[in-house]
């Protein structure tokens, strides 16, 4: 059985420490299961363990990423008889870090970014990278210390371009909370007969294929994207789509999807195409599971889009 891990990540100040407390404080959560809190940066607030529901939490206090490992965390876990845990992550480490030294019977089952409402277009300006890692496998975004004066139409642009899965909430000083519920369209009609892609639209499209699988099943659609070969593919069979930038231009990637035609042909990875075609959700040698395969319809050469790595902005 998998031991549960419930992951607060964000800035100092955005209330990581205030949810922890408040959670361990609540019977209804905190009820006797034994508790293993890492604590991964120190802010103003700290925890106050006699407020704690019982006594069966253990704190431990990690001060560098380097500490970090499979062999370390697991020793944790054993040395408290844990019944899960609960990381209150530092802002300015990597997730990857964590995800690499997480033992292998550690599965996240909750994980929620925190944020001051107020510093957060600045944490974002300022820290981009660091602030795309957070929200990009977050489940909720909570803003603390919300106003009437914070940009929500911003905000939301922000994380939209990031992630269209987290949940957006307001939390204010009187103790109510908003929910972001402002309409997010897509460029695209995923209704249409033919779901035609503009190329200021790939990246947009790749993500909701990517988070919306099976919406795309039987779909047809058209779009321009750069070969890319692969031995492991058959003779009739290419993958074809865009370099994608989510924030910067380290963590550029290749975003595309296997294409099938219905005979042998000769492209050269680097060639641009315009597709068209049926999408398949099946297994690829590709895929670690089931993913979008494209059987191919209509193909024409094409010239590059005129900004060839696709953004979201």
């Known amino acids: 059985m998998k031991l549960p891990v419930y992951l607060f990540t964000g800035f100092l100040e955005g209330g990581k420490t205030s949810m922890i407390q408040e959670s361990l404080n609540d019977q209804n959560f905190n009820s006797g299961e034994k508790t293993l809190v890492l604590m991964c940066e120190e802010g103003i ?3 106050d363990p006699s407020k704690f529901w019982g006594q069966n939490v253990r704190i431990e ?44 019977n550690w599965a996240i089952y909750q994980n929620v970014m925190f944020a001051d409402a107020n510093s957060f277009l600045n944490y974002n300006n300022n820290m981009r990278q660091l602030t795309v890692d957070k929200l990009r ?14 940009n929500k139409e911003e905000i ?49 499209w790749y993500r909701d294929l990517s988070e919306e699988t099976d919406t795309y099943q039987g779909k047809c659609v058209k779009f321009k994207g750069m070969v890319a070969t692969d031995p492991r593919l058959s003779q009739n069979s290419i993958i074809l789509g865009r370099h994608i930038m989510t924030c910067c ?16 042909i000769s492209l050269k990875t680097g060639a641009w195409i315009t597709v068209k075609g049926t999408i398949q959700m099946e297994a690829c040698r590709l895929y670690k599971n089931k993913g979008p395969v494209l059987y191919v319809e209509e193909t024409e050469f094409a010239v590059p889009p005129k900004q060839e790595v696709a953004t979201f902005y």
């Open 249 to 264: 231009v380290d963590d550029i990637q290749y975003g595309g999807l296997v294409c099938v035609f219905s005979e042998p």
């Open 45 to 47: 607030e700290e925890l």
């Open 137 to 150: 496998d977050a489940e909720m975004l909570v803003l603390n210390r919300a106003s009437e004066r914070i």
């Open 61 to 104: 206090y990690i001060d560098q990423e380097l500490k970090l490992s499979s062999e370390f965390l697991q020793s944790l876990t054993k040395a408290h008889k844990t019944d899960r845990v609960i990381i209150e992550y530092n802002g300015m480490w990597l997730l990857q870090s964590l995800y690499n030294a997480m033992p292998s």
């Open 156 to 204: 939301h642009k922000i994380v939209r371009g990031v992630s269209r899965r987290v949940a957006i909430v307001y939390d204010y000083p009187d103790g109510h909370v908003e929910y972001d519920e402002i309409e997010d369209p897509l460029p695209f009609d995923i209704q249409a007969p033919i779901i035609e892609i503009a190329d200021e639209d790939y990246a947009l």
